[in-house]
Structures are given as structure tokens and as C-alpha cells.
């Protein structure tokens, strides 16, 4: 489900609520939950599932033209974890996916030239 897609069956469920008032509630909540993330916090929501960043460790890498090995440093990176609903087993939905892969392009935005989440 696209960002847009999830307005429109927003805006259909709720039809006393205008377009834009929509779009200023899903803008709000996935900018919230990227900026708690960029932050180190984590967000949970029951029945849904928890988002969090983690740190991946610095490594050697390759450089896929050269061969040449290359450092890449630390960074955090957004991690999302489906919760499991009513006693049943986990699932991703598609608004779980969309979610989880907004903020990844949200959190990857605020990466600055040093490959880390700016404090």
C-alpha cells in the first residue's frame, strides 16, 4: 500500500474528516515515529508491532569495481518488528510494509555525510 493509497482509504473510513486533514494525520505520525527513531528511541504499538534502530559494527567491505577493500563505518539503521495479533502468529501487512519502508527512506534522509543519525 502507497502513502496515497493509505490516505484515500483513510479519507473513504472517515468521511466527516477533509482531505487534508488526512494527510496531516499520516504526515504527522511517520514523520513522529522517523524523528523518534533518529533519536534512538523506541516505538511500539500493540497489535501492530515495534519499530527501532539498531547499530550495525564497522566492517571491511569491497569495492564491487576494484576488488579493493574498503572500511565502512558504524550506522544505525531502522528496524521494524511485527507484533502478533490476538494469540495468532506475526504477520506484515501491506500498511506494515509501507511503514517500515517510509521510515527506512526517512531515517536513510537524515543520514548525514558521516553515515550516522545526527543527535
Not at 501487512?93 to 543519525?117: C, E, K, M, P, Q
Amino acid at each position: 500500500m502507497t502513502r496515497s493509497k493509505l490516505i484515500s482509504h483513510l479519507a473513504d473510513k472517515h468521511p466527516h474528516l477533509t482531505a487534508s486533514d488526512v494527510v496531516l494525520a499520516v504526515k504527522t505520525v511517520i514523520d513522529s515515529i522517523g524523528n523518534h527513531l533518529i533519536k534512538g528511541g523506541r516505538i511500539e504499538i500493540r497489535g501492530f508491532g515495534s519499530f527501532s534502530s539498531y547499530t550495525r559494527p564497522p566492517r571491511l567491505g569491497r569495492n564491487p569495481m576494484t576488488g579493493e577493500i574498503v572500511p565502512v563505518p558504524e550506522k544505525r539503521v531502522p528496524h521494524f518488528k511485527p507484533g502478533i495479533e490476538r494469540g495468532g502468529s506475526a504477520r506484515l501487512d501491506s500498511i506494515s510494509h509501507f511503514l517500515s519502508g517510509r521510515l527506512a527512506v526517512n531515517a536513510y534522509a537524515a543520514l548525514g555525510s558521516t553515515g550516522r543519525f545526527s543527535k
